[in-house]
């Protein structure tokens, strides 16, 4: 059944063996302390538990999106609010890492993740500890499918993802995914967005647009030496109705891996006149090179 918290012992679940998916092939790397283990989609790392601790984020895009959460959303300790107890839709569930965490730590939330692959969706039930429903739901649907047809104001939270080919896939990107993100998000909710992209970062300065032309705020939060152009790597984009709250700027500067906040003149500098993507671009226009 998986891992129990607390305890480093491989789960009698898990494939020793490659395992084709209904689009991928997938492998299991477990940590060699035994304390967590690696998801493995076509030869790269697409997630990793912690099963320990779940909210332990190894991945460096993952702990800017904790870092957000965590100031914008009330502990559970302070009330009993909706925001308190989030309605999180994920788009891209893959292993689940990041709702494992959600759950880790407002207990009260109530999760959807969407996965396009069907037997990868099955299987991650199979080997990972995850809630169980209504806490966690995991449907087999397309992203832009599931908050198209989500009522009006049904979360508190939407997290993209989803990756195709190294980027989000193009129609998860433009101006009419991301109405549709704000129109199934709560006053007050939040969206963030992974984008991987290489120098000079033109699909995250577009992504950036995009959630600009929808939002009344947004921030991208990426790693000092990706903004600088000299790898690739990826941004969070997070779109919001109101500023971050400033603390933020610092948390992220003491993150193990520290990574920048870019808002309001850094970030108008940062987009410097790329447009929003839409449903008429091209994917192949802002596709990553090299």
Known sequence: MGYIF??????PAWPTAPVKTSLAT?????????????????GMESSHHNFVDPTALTFEYMQYMQAVLRGEI?????????????????IGAAGCTMARAVHAEWPGSHQVAIETDEILAARVREWFDLPRSP??????QDGLEAVRTAPEGRYEVVIRDAFADRR????????????????????????????ANRPPLTLTR???????????????????????????????????QAPLDHSLHRVLRTLPAPAR???????????????PLTQEDS??????TG
Not at 261 to 275: Q, Y
């Open 261 to 275: 906040l870019l808002a309001g003149a850094d970030l108008t500098r940062f987009i410097a006149g790329h447009g």
């Open 74 to 90: 009330p502990a559970p300790s302070r009330g009993g609010s909706t925001r308190g107890r989030p309605r999180v839709l994920h």
């Open 283 to 288: 994917p192949a226009s802002t596709a990553p």
């Open 135 to 140: 806490q966690l739901r995991i449907r087999v």
């Open 206 to 240: 577009r992504e950036a647009a995009t959630v600009g032309a929808v939002f009344d705020h947004v921030s991208v939060i990426l790693e000092p030496g990706v903004l600088r152009g000299r790898r690739y790597g990826n941004a969070v984009i997070v779109g919001s």
């Open 6 to 11: 607390g305890v480093s012992q491989p789960s």
């Open 168 to 195: 989000a896939p193009h129609h998860l990107t433009t101006v009419e995914f991301t109405s549709h993100v704000h129109r199934v998000l709560s006053h007050g909710g939040l969206y963030l967005a992974n984008s």
């Open 26 to 42: 997938v492998e299991l790397t477990p940590d060699i302390d035994g304390g967590g283990v690696t998801l493995m989609i076509d």
